[in-house]
């Protein structure tokens, strides 16, 4: 059935499948928007009479109600307008009244907000449901508003412009008149707030005869007493100029961790949204810190000018004329800072530290050292790695499995974000059945990472979501439209990478190079196969680890992964120094011994490990098999087949295998004997399979029998798979 949507937060609008359609009269209109208003529910033709006519009701009006129904029904999909016993009802995918209250009652204020196109039903607003309809909806919304507000009354001076007009707007609204009081004295402007409670002191005894409620006296009071005044003496933090998605857990966590650790360190790659976190997360502890502080570290270039920073955040920095310029540090400025936060019961916000890693690490350990009620949150690619730290490893957000219908994939952050910064660039762009696919794979191929995320769907400006997706085998090429404002190394999704790459030492950049060509993770002992370095390999991949280049993965034996963006970007680099088929070489032998040696075990007690370790390592196997391919590698590439077989039997893969075997028998050359004979045999337990035993005198599978037969004649090699399919053969 076709995807139904109806909008009443505004004009009303009917989409079906992503395309408007066109109800016709106000009576069609009036019906949809009422049918959808009942959440799917039936209602009868009497109510439908009495709320779309009132007093006005015609002569024959069921008549006339079954003659806008069928109108409605002609412009609508089949099944959509449907009659029952108990009257009519509306089968839509979604109205956004409904995900309006879904999403405000599960705290997404600024989400629901952005549903609404103007106020609501105004376009059904003569018909007797709407009014009530409407105004049900309008006090929700401006509830919305408030929360919305209420959230940055003290930390965003902006809400001021923005609350003087809603008070005028809804004078008697006593929420909104609490929060403009409370920011005009917030942010250093008390007389103000003073005049306008005059004012609405006032307003009230002239117009109701009233005095204002005993929250807004007490908070009369309280401004005079200066209660309210704000004890911030810096910026306010940056307002988020995008709706916050996927994090709303991570929040959580990190106010948790503030309560039991003075120093919480955000790690995550490039791009996976750390900074705002740590920004939304500090925006959530108003009223439990007198100050908070942001010290935007990514600007400063040398280790001297760290204080400089931190001061220049909380406002202490001090002109000072010398003689001459000079670039050394001075000893007093950090003595200034330490006793300017030695009684603070602050926060303390570093953001960006990975180029400074080792002087943050020392200033950061002084502060906490010299002031008790002091706690510190920084952003990093890596550990501060002093005693008391927190490292808070931030995950890719959520993303949908391959068989979730629309509804399931957008409960997914990954999905939620994409959507909504498509529909920011293009407002006709839903998830749909036919958008899904690709927009599944595009946050799949991009780790769940926003910032690769937000920069692939700023390209829907130009490009179908289906070439977006198509087009990421050259994502540095593509995704390339980010924010003129932003620091150049998060402008492009290349220059978020190589700013990572930079930060490495010689050794550290090698092996990662070298890792890019393992799809399906890697150990130790498979790093060490294709490292060239003398440096040691295990504490080459915890560093890269801890530099947010690999991620850990939980087993039985250490295991690392490399993100597949991190991947294409060090085959290039391979690429780019001649190395690549080198480095692939390498790869490609030791898994073939490692298949050599798990093959012999599979036929023996030790069969269960050995198909955990073929599992464990099958991408990085499957990638062998096909550089060796791909080379026209027939001896190396017959080995590992034949050195699938039994996995491949055990885990009845049977096509896979019968492919691969074609594939490889297509080769020039040969591979040794035992290989070639059971490469054959591969083949003919493929056909056997496929025929489904129904096998006749001329049957495919003669070829490739006698193929093994004449190798076994000549070299007389002994392989058990080979035995077990001519025996099935009665050979």
């Known amino acids: ?158 809400v001021i412009g923005e609350l003087a007009a809603l008070t005028e707007a809804h004078p008697y609204r006593d929420g909104f008149w609490r929060l403009h009081l409370t920011a005009l004295a917030a942010h250093g402007r008390a007389n103000e707030a003073l005049t306008a409670y005059e004012r609405l002191r006032s307003m009230l005894a002239d117009d109701l005869g009233a005095d204002p ?24 933090l940056p307002a988020g100029l995008t709706s916050f998605v996927g994090r709303e857990g991570a929040i959580d966590d990190l106010l948790g961790a503030l309560d039991d650790h003075r120093l919480i360190t955000i790690l995550g790659p490039g791009g996976a949204g750390k900074t705002r976190l740590a920004i939304e997360a500090a925006r959530a502890t108003v009223g439990r810190f007198e100050e908070v502080w942001l010290t935007e570290l990514a600007p400063v270039t ?114 939620q974000l994409l959507v909504l910064r498509a529909q920011t660039v293009d407002h006709t762009f839903e998830l749909t059945d036919e958008t899904l696919p690709a927009v599944r794979e595009i946050c799949v191929r991009l780790d769940g990472q926003p910032l690769a995320i937000e920069l692939a769907a700023a390209r829907l400006r130009t490009l179908t979501v289906s070439q977006v997706a198509a087009r990421l ?89 490399m993100l597949e963006t991190l991947r294409e970007f060090g085959v290039e680099r391979l690429i780019d120094r001649g190395v690549a088929d080198e480095v692939r070489e390498a790869h490609l032998d030791h898994f073939l011994q490692v298949v050599e040696a798990q093959a012999v075990r599979l036929r023996g007690p030790g069969q269960v490990e050995a198909v955990d370790v073929l599992d464990a390592d099958h991408g990085n196997i499957m990638a062998a098999l096909r550089f060796a391919t791909d080379r026209r590698d027939r001896p190396r590439a017959g080995r590992l087949a034949a050195g699938l077989a039994w996995f491949w039997s055990i885990r009845s893969q049977h096509h896979e295998s019968f492919g691969w075997a074609r594939t490889v028998l297509a080769l020039p050359g040969s591979a040794d004997p035992a290989s070639e004979m059971c490469l054959g045999a591969l083949a003919v337990a493929g056909i056997f399979v496929e025929s489904q035993f129904n096998l006749g005198a001329d049957a495919a599978w003669r070829e490739p029998v006698d193929r093994i037969l004449e190798v076994w004649d000549e070299h007389h090699p002994d392989d058990p798979f080979v035995h077990v399919v001519l025996s099935a053969l009665e050979f």
């Not at 109510?47 to 806008?68: C, K, R, Y």
């Not at 929250?215 to 309210?228: P, V």
């Not at 150049?488 to 999704?493: E, M």
């Open 302 to 415: 040398g280790e001297d000018d760290i204080v400089q920073a931190v001061l220049s955040a909380m406002g202490l920095v001090e002109v000072v004329v010398l003689d001459r310029p000079s670039s050394a540090p001075r000893p007093a400025d950090r003595v200034r800072l330490l006793e300017a936060v030695r009684d603070a019961e602050g926060l303390l916000l570093l953001d960006n530290c990975e180029h400074l890693i080792e002087g943050v690490a020392r200033l950061a350990e002084d502060l906490l050292a010299h002031a008790p009620k002091l706690r510190i949150v920084a952003t990093s690619r890596e550990p501060l790695r002093i005693i008391g730290e927190y490292a808070y490893q931030l995950s890719p957000l959520t993303m949908p499995d391959e068989n979730d219908a629309v509804e399931a994939a957008l409960t997914h952050s990954a999905v």
């Open 213 to 236: 409620s005993p929250q807004l006296q007490e908070l009369h009071l309280s401004i005079l007493r200066g209660e309210q005044a704000s004890h911030t003496r810096h910026p306010a």
């Open 473 to 561: 085998s050259d994502r540095f090429r593509l995704l390339t439209g980010g924010n003129r404002t932003a620091l150049p190394r998060h402008r492009t999704l290349r220059a978020v990478v190589e700013w990572s790459w930079d930060l490495l030492d010689d050794d550290e950049r090698r092996l990662a190079e070298s890792l890019s060509v393992f799809p399906g993770g890697v150990t130790a002992d498979s790093a060490a196969a294709v490292h060239g370095g003398s440096a040691d390999v295990e504490e080459l991949l915890e560093s890269l680890a801890d530099k947010s280049l690999l991620v850990a993965v939980r087993g039985r034996t250490p295991r690392y992964r």
């Open 1 to 158: 059935m076709a995807v139904v949507k109806v909008d009443v937060l505004g004009p009303l609008r009917v989409r079906v499948d992503d395309r408007e359609i066109d109800l016709g009269g106000p009576r069609s209109r009036a019906l949809v928007a009422r049918l959808a208003l009942a959440g799917g529910r039936p209602v009868s033709a009497a109510t439908l009479i009495g709320e779309m006519w009132g007093a006005d009701v015609p002569a024959d009006a069921t008549n006339a109600l079954q003659s806008v129904v069928s109108r409605t029904r002609r412009r609508l999909p089949d099944g959509v307008l449907d009659s029952t016993a108990a009257g009519y009802v509306l089968h839509c995918a979604t109205v956004d009244a409904d995900e309006f209250e879904r999403l405000a009652t599960a705290g997404r204020i600024d989400e629901a907000l952005a549903l609404w196109r103007g106020e609501a039903l105004v376009d059904v607003a003569d018909r007797p449901f709407a009014a009530a309809a409407a105004r049900r909806l309008d006090e929700l919304r401006l509830t919305a508003i408030e929360a919305s507000l209420g959230s940055r009354v003290r930390t965003d001076p902006t």
